[in-house]
């Protein structure tokens, strides 16, 4: 069994480096085909102008469910999640947690402040023409979802992913309804919060913090792969739903109400598709693998 464990987390270890370096390069793509060129500006600049036509009543939900993501909601979400770790009597477990969270949101405030700048390739102006990427909001929600998927046990992992999951993919979704961010925005926030979860995954990988598990019992292992399996049906249909309203209004080639609606609506389903995507591949490298408490055994249990 100690063989097969160590086979699980050298695989592990190469699975977080890759995402790492995916993660990386899927920003980067982002950045450059949406900001650094005139048509993914105009595309996306056109998407926040058809938000315009959102029923006042979900502007209002989508609001509130924006604000969800504070200064008080996420100091509270920290401690929640070192609590977790403590409580596993594991200090880097509650270390690494927290880090998700703090180091996913400095990443991303100052690459949208510092480092990253928005050219005046389009005709805008307002808040819609400074630099919103990455979105600080998308980040904070799925960091927070990495973060305890990071720290809870491999038992209670489904259950904390089943809560998290449709309030951190919907905050992407939210950012653009109320025209807070475009979709690249969102887009970025979960390449930096994926990128910063496999980082803190390999650290405690390389400490040997991580172990493997046994099978679960039937029951739980269907109720999982059930759960999977309908969240990634859920992103495949949103991916091509958002595909296809993209390709429409793309060959439109003019930016009326019709078409600015269909690039609103891509920009839901694309952003939507992009936090499960990422949700989905963070939890396939944690495949039966969890991060351990103080003095358990290397080996599985």
């Avoid at 086979?7 to 990386?24: E, G, K, N, Y």
Wanted: glycine fraction near 6%; charged fraction near 15%; charge should be positive.
């Amino acid at each position: 069994m100690a063989d097969v464990g160590d086979d699980r987390l050298r695989r592990a270890r190469r699975q977080w480096t890759s995402v790492l370096i995916v993660a990386v390069l899927v920003f980067v793509a982002v950045y450059l085909l949406a900001v650094q060129t005139t048509l993914g500006q105009r595309v996306e600049d056109t998407a926040l102008r058809g938000a315009d036509q959102v029923d006042p009543d979900l502007h209002r939900v989508a609001l509130r469910a924006f604000h969800t993501i504070s200064v008080s909601s996420q100091i509270a979400a920290t401690v929640l999640v070192a609590a977790i770790g403590l409580l596993r009597r594991q200090v880097w477990l509650a270390v690494a947690g927290v880090g998700v969270i703090l180091g996913g949101q400095a990443v991303t405030q100052i690459l949208k402040f510092h480092v990253l700048t928005r050219p005046d390739l389009t005709e805008v102006d307002g808040q819609f023409a400074e630099n919103t990427l990455p979105s600080g909001h998308t980040t904070a929600a799925m960091c927070l979802l990495f973060a305890t998927m990071i720290v809870m046990p491999y038992r209670f992992r489904g259950i904390a992913m089943f809560l998290t999951l449709t309030w951190a993919v919907g905050m992407g979704a939210y950012t653009v309804i109320i025209q807070a961010h475009r979709l690249s925005d969102t887009l970025a926030a979960d390449a930096v919060a994926l990128a910063v979860a496999c980082l803190a995954a390999l650290l405690l990988s390389r400490t040997g913090r991580i172990r493997a598990v046994v099978s679960p019992s039937p029951q739980r292992y269907v109720l999982r792969t059930v759960f999977v399996v309908a969240a990634s049906l859920i992103g495949a249909a949103c991916l091509a739903l958002g595909a296809v309203q993209m390709l429409h209004a793309i060959a439109a080639h003019v930016e009326d109400e019709p078409t600015a609606w269909r690039l609103f609506l891509s920009s839901q389903w694309l952003a939507a598709a992009g936090s499960i995507a990422s949700a989905l591949l963070f939890w396939w490298t944690w495949y039966r693998l969890e991060t351990k408490r103080r003095h358990d055994p290397v080996a599985t249990r």
